[in-house]
């Protein structure tokens, strides 16, 4: 019988939602900063100046939630009965069993949020790097696979969605 396997990456929908959030906090930061530095009073701008700027701000954050979308493919994570197959580093795909897991960790690489696994003979070091509603989905896979004791099924479950 077959082993039945599940692939999780960040949509789309996912990574364009995250770059719009960061796009607009990052653009209400620096005007404000800006307006405080120059010691002016905020000025409310005209029409065409916020339909110009709204334009520009979903063009902007529909590329950069393209290159997340790339990014989120390539950190895909595959998971079965049998273990987790995730990136390393370097981008090569390796395999951990659920037994030979041996830490769980939240960090983030170049500032995408990630958990690094550790595990396997000779150690390897995976990234799980996937956002949002995938990322539950991901969670209960895990839970139903993982052994009631396992490092990653409880540091998934500490740290929630």
Not at 97 to 112: D, F, H, N, P
């Amino acid at each position: 019988m077959d082993t039945p396997e599940a692939t999780y990456f960040t949509s789309l929908r996912d990574s364009t939602w995250w770059s719009l959030r960061f796009v607009v906090l990052l653009l209400v930061g620096v005007t404000l900063v800006a307006a405080l530095t120059r010691g002016a009073p905020l000025q409310m701008p005209t029409l065409l100046a916020l339909a110009q700027g709204s334009v520009a701000i979903l063009l902007f954050s529909l590329f950069l939630g393209l290159l997340l979308f790339c990014f989120g493919w390539m950190g895909r994570v595959t998971i079965s009965e049998a273990g987790i197959e995730a990136p390393e580093y370097s981008g090569a795909r390796s395999f951990i069993t659920w037994e030979q897991i041996r830490s769980a960790s939240r960090s983030s690489l170049s500032g995408w949020p990630c958990t690094i696994i550790k595990g396997g003979q000779p150690e390897k070091v995976l990234y799980r790097m996937v956002l949002g509603e995938t990322k539950r989905k991901m969670i209960q896979t895990v839970s139903r696979y993982a052994g009631a004791n396992n490092v990653l099924r409880a540091h998934l479950e500490e740290h929630g969605t």
